[in-house]
């Protein structure tokens, strides 16, 4: 059972680029999400998916675009990185309580990020 | 939109100390709550959860929380605290917002 599993661990990107950070769960979890931390930010939601094929945005969607095909796999994209998108993004998946909101999070481990 | 605050950004507490991290949500109904521990380097990993019943809930690695509506507060606390619970806290609700973090320092 590996959990939450991000790729890459570290990236680097010109101004520009595009890219797609990896995540994928084991869980058959219902939620995935997508967040960033940016210090003294905490965690920021960026896109969210409730089930395949449903996604949703979060706080801070602009520059980013999801996809939800399958129950776990949910890849985030980077259309055209901005020094702004320097960031750690996380990935995260969590059931569903009985009353549709998450159960709890499972995180990945991560993907530091930086734009030049 | 449910909102949390965590109004203390870092503390210092010696080992063996009791530790109080404060959190305030700001939400009309009852709110599920969470809080959430990052150690340097890592993901975050779930401590405990509040949904609805006993206020008092326990989690792992010895801590707990009690949620108070008149206060609006869902404080984590842990009587005696270790070296290795030196880490960043996280409170969040159950629509995915997390507060900004309570960084812990702990004094050998």
């Known amino acids: 059972n590996a959990g939450v599993t991000q790729t890459p661990k570290f990236q680097v990107l010109k101004t520009g680029q595009s890219m797609t950070l990896q995540c994928a769960q084991d869980?058959?979890?219902?939620?995935m999400s997508w967040y960033r931390q940016d210090p003294g930010m905490g965690l920021r939601l960026i896109h969210y998916?409730?089930?395949?094929?449903?996604?949703d945005q979060g706080e801070v969607p602009n520059g980013y675009n999801v996809s939800r095909s399958t129950t776990e796999d949910f890849p985030l994209r980077l259309l055209s990185a901005a020094p702004s998108q320097t960031s750690v993004y996380f990935c995260?998946?969590?059931?569903?309580?009985?009353?549709?909101?998450?159960?709890?999070?499972?995180f990945g481990s991560g993907t530091r990020l930086t734009v030049v | 939109a449910q909102s949390v605050t965590q109004p203390d950004i870092h503390i210092t507490v010696s080992e063996g100390a009791s530790l109080e991290l404060r959190c305030n949500y700001s939400?009309?109904?009852?709110?599920?709550l969470f809080w959430y521990v990052q150690s340097p380097g890592q993901g975050l990993q779930l401590l405990l959860k509040?949904?609805?019943?006993?206020?008092l809930v326990q989690g792992i690695k010895g801590f707990e929380a009690e949620f108070k509506r008149s206060q609006s507060s869902f404080n984590l606390r842990k009587p005696s605290v270790h070296w290795s619970d030196a880490a960043e806290y996280f409170c969040?609700?159950?629509?995915?917002?997390f507060g900004a973090g309570t960084r812990l320092t702990v004094k050998p």
């Open positions: 998916s409730v089930g395949a094929g449903i996604t």
């Open positions: 509040y949904f609805s019943g006993d206020t």
């Open positions: 995260a998946s969590s059931p569903q309580s009985g009353q549709g909101y998450p159960y709890g999070y499972t």
């Open positions: 969040a609700t159950n629509d995915m917002r």
């Open positions: 869980m058959n979890h219902e939620y």
């Open positions: 939400y009309g109904a009852t709110p599920y």
